[in-house]
């Protein structure tokens, strides 16, 4: 299945909508980008070198004798939280 | 919030990076795995106050040792708590008696068998995206970022798009014209939109559902040849609302998207992936209180991951459900 039939599905369906939101405009388009991402002042949490695999900190943790800390939140906290 | 408060203290970081080996974890996953992993995990949290009764939560922050001797475990993002957390681990950790030390050092077996209904597997080829989400504010002709009640809520947000190498290779024409329209895959479409163009600047909201997809007027086409490289323009129009009448609706986000997409023609390797969904999004999801009152801009910004950085090659927040995820159109 392709959107474009999604699509015809969706308007025989009658979905319509109102005032659609205006064109991101090209000129724009460098300066909304870098204006959205993340900046390196707000990254601090990320100076610190997280792993993502707690089997593969058992072992490096045991090869460098030194605890392990997991960051364990419902959600990944490096993620969408 | 610990990544505003706790993770953001330069003593902490210092005292981490020094001292620990940092690992993060989605107890989502974690509580659930049937396997050497999952039982681990289990193992340690067992000795605190978070046991799980019911499947319950067993999220905190854990201090222990390479084979399961915990250390201390507190779920506090204050910086004084946690400061205090981590040098108390470490006297914990200095106190270990030479067996408990040796045992800490001894080799970890590999892990042989997963449970894969709880270990999302990032398959080969999969081009990773990375989707960061953050409230805006008008100024003058343009934008500025914007300000929330909610803590941390300013941020840009962050998630990760899967796409699996079938699709992306969809997506370069094998013989490129200028001006020639690309089928996006409707799987593809459906999962940006419904998974990934959310507001997720103050935790996880609720993900769209295909009939909450009211508008997809994606269009991709070739608009640049130079040399090697191909040069894709993706424009699109996009209404999201719990109600096909958007007036009505409790949440939505009506929005534009303009973005790039370069590939190089003999190799079929993408290496540019830009793209910003920009627009007015309302309303909010039982766990994400402390909106904006009304309509208010929402820009979402897409660019090529580095799968080199552990960061980058965390799971999408919505493949909980794999299949789910990946067949988001059907």
């Known amino acids: 299945m392709r959107l474009n039939l999604a699509l015809c599905l969706g308007l025989a369906l009658g979905l319509t909508h109102g005032k659609a939101s205006e064109p991101v405009k090209p000129e724009q388009f460098g300066k909304l980008h870098s204006l959205i991402k993340p900046n390196a002042g707000e990254e601090k949490f990320m100076e610190i070198p997280w792993m993502i695999d707690l089997w593969e900190a058992r072992k490096k943790a045991a090869s460098e004798d030194k605890p392990i800390l997991l960051w364990e939140m419902d959600g990944h906290p490096l993620g969408c939280v | ?330």
């Open chain 2, 1 to 330: 919030m610990g990544r505003e408060l706790t993770f953001a203290d330069a003593k902490i970081i210092e005292l981490v990076n020094k001292n620990f080996v940092p690992v993060a974890m989605d107890d989502w996953f974690q509580r659930r795995r049937q396997d050497a992993e999952g039982d681990f995990f289990r193992k340690v949290a067992d000795q605190g106050p978070r046991k799980g009764q019911g499947g319950g939560t067993r999220q905190g922050i854990y201090a222990f040792t390479a084979d399961g001797k915990l250390l201390q475990y507190r779920n506090s993002q204050d910086p004084e708590v946690m400061r205090a957390f981590l040098l108390n681990a470490l006297k914990s950790w200095g106190t270990l008696s030479p067996a408990d030390r040796s045992a800490a050092r001894a080799g970890i077996p590999e892990l042989k068998k997963i449970d894969p209904r709880y270990v999302p597997t990032l398959a080969k080829d999969t081009l990773i995206v990375n989707v960061h989400a953050r409230i805006l504010e008008k100024e003058n002709d343009f934008f500025c970022h914007g300000t929330c009640k909610f803590p941390g809520g300013q941020r840009a947000s962050h998630d990760h798009l899967w796409i699996r190498e079938t699709e992306w290779q969809a997506l370069l024409p094998k013989s490129p014209q200028i001006g020639q329209e690309i089928e996006i895959p409707a799987n593809l479409t459906y999962r940006l939109l419904r998974f990934h163009l959310i507001d997720n600047t103050r935790g996880e909201p609720p993900m769209w559902s295909r009939n909450e997809v009211r508008k997809a007027e994606l269009k991709l086409a070739v608009s640049e040849i130079i040399k090697d490289e191909v040069r894709l323009k993706l424009t699109g129009a996009i209404l999201l609302s719990t109600d096909a009448d958007e007036k009505i609706a409790k949440r939505g986000y009506d929005a534009s998207m303009l973005g790039e997409i370069c590939y190089e023609s003999s190799k079929r390797k993408i290496v540019k992936f830009n793209a910003v969904v920009m627009g007015e999004h309302w309303g909010e999801g039982t766990y994400t209180g402390g909106s904006r009152p009304g309509r208010a801009p929402l820009g979402i910004a897409l660019e090529l991951a580095d799968p080199s950085k552990q960061a980058d090659r965390v799971p999408p927040q919505a493949i909980r459900e794999t299949s789910g995820y990946y067949e988001a159109g059907k």
